[in-house]
Structures are given as C-alpha cells and as structure tokens.
T-cell receptor, first 116, second 111 residues
Framework: EPEVTQTPSHQVTQMGQEVILRCVPI?????FYWYRQILGQKVEFLVS????????KSEIFDDQFSVERPDGSNFTLKIRSTKLEDSAMYFC??????????????FGQGTRLTVV | EDKVVQSPLSLVVHEGDTVTLNCSYE??????LLWYKQEKKAPTFLFML????IEKKSGRLSSILDKKELFSILNITATQTGDSAIYLC???????????FGKGTKLTVNP
C-alpha cells in the first residue's frame, strides 16, 4: 500500500541552527501538507502546497519556515533558525485531490524534532 | 475561533467492552468530519463523514455525524487490546485545505 515517508524519524538540533525535514508523498498525490504536534497538544496545521506553491498557511508558519518541492518526489520543510519552542513532532501529509473532493489525507510517520 | 472538542480525553476499558468517543465542532463553513487512529506516530484514516445521520461502518468501528447538533461519535464494539490508541477527530472547511484537529481521546483497552 502506498505511504507517505518521512526522514529522519528523529532529529536533534541546537537552537539557532537550520533544519530540513524531508517527506516523500504518495506518488500520484497533488496536495501536500505539513502539520506539527507539540507534546501533549493538538495536531496543528502549518501549510498546504499545491501546484508548486503555498496555497494556505497558518499563523504558526512565519518567515522562519519555508517549504519546497525540489524535484518530482520530495517535499521539504525548512526551519531557518530553530527555537526551543519548535520542538515537536512534524507530520507530512498528502492528498490525491483537493479537500473539496472529500478525499482523505494520508499522514507520514512523523519526524520528532528536538531543539536543545 | 474554529475549534474541535473531543471527550473524554482519556478512557480505560476492558476487552470486550463497547466504547463511544465524542467529537463536537464549531467551524465556519463546515465541510466534513474525519476520524483518525494514532497508535505510535502517524494518524491513520478511519472515516470521513459529510452527511448527517448516515452511519459509516468498518468492522467493529462505526461513526455517525449530526450536523444539526454539530457533533460526531465513534463507536467501537467488542474492544480489543489492539484498539488502544489515540483517536483524533478533525474537521474540514469550505475554502480551506487544512484539517482542524481536536486534542484526541486516549483509549486504553486492558486484557
């Protein structure tokens, strides 16, 4: 069964460093997302990406965040200068078509980011 | 502010019990409600509900949506230890790609 894959599964970084979280969405999917889940809190939407551009972003997704689809398979989330409060589980998700078609989003296993 | 509220936050039952998990929502331009199961890391999809009163069923799991009262329930009958997980409820809205999640219900099924 096709799945969304994320690497690495766990990353530890020093405050102020840049990190890149990587995702390979399901191959024929067109819509891509990043969510995060701070320990003990809700899963929160960060950004959606379609047709090589950001289609929607949340207030959390400020200038220190960026996303990119550098080739036909990868989808990355970059955090430029990490802060302690960026420590969270980051989930990538993909969807075959837009949400208006009522198709479900498939989530990856997540990358646990720890900022020290 | 759009919100999804789940109850209870935590539930401990014995194998064979039947459980009902609740999800209420207040989102503008509501489109659909989804249930996910989160065991270790990745939320895995269970159901998507768009119409009131139509039960969706998969094995021992079933779910229904009430768009008038703005809630959904997820039922699990004859629970097994493998049902132990966090169950997440999320809403979608017209004109938005995002899922608005609740905090989840942590279900523990003891043998």
């Amino acid at each position: 069964e096709p799945e969304v894959t994320q690497t690495p599964s766990h990353q530890v970084t020093q405050m102020g460093q840049e990190v890149i979280l990587r995702c390979v969405p399901i191959s024929n999917h067109l819509y891509f997302y990043w969510y995060r889940q701070i320990l003990g809190q809700k899963v929160e939407f960060l950004v959606s990406f379609y047709n090589n551009e950001i289609s929607e972003k949340s207030e959390i997704f400020d200038d220190q965040f960026s996303v990119e689809r550098p080739d036909g398979s990868n989808f990355t989330l970059k955090i430029r200068s990490t802060k302690l409060e960026d420590s969270a589980m980051y989930f990538c998700a993909s969807r075959l078509r837009g949400v208006e078609t009522n198709t479900e989003a498939f989530f990856g296993q997540g990358t646990r980011l720890t900022v020290v | 502010e759009d919100k999804v509220v789940q109850s209870p936050l935590s539930l401990v039952v014995h194998e064979g019990d039947t459980v009902t998990l609740n999800c209420s929502y207040e989102v503008t331009n509501f489109r659909s409600l989804l249930w996910y199961k989160q065991e270790k890391k990745a939320p895995t999809f269970l159901f998507m509900l768009t119409s009131s009163g139509i039960e969706k069923k998969s094995g021992r799991l079933s779910s229904i949506l009430d768009k008038k009262e703005l809630f959904s329930i997820l039922n699990i009958t004859a629970t097994q230890t493998g049902d132990s997980a966090i169950y997440l409820c999320a809403a979608t809205q017209g004109g938005s790609e995002k899922l608005v999640f609740g905090k989840g219900t942590k279900l523990t099924v003891n043998p």
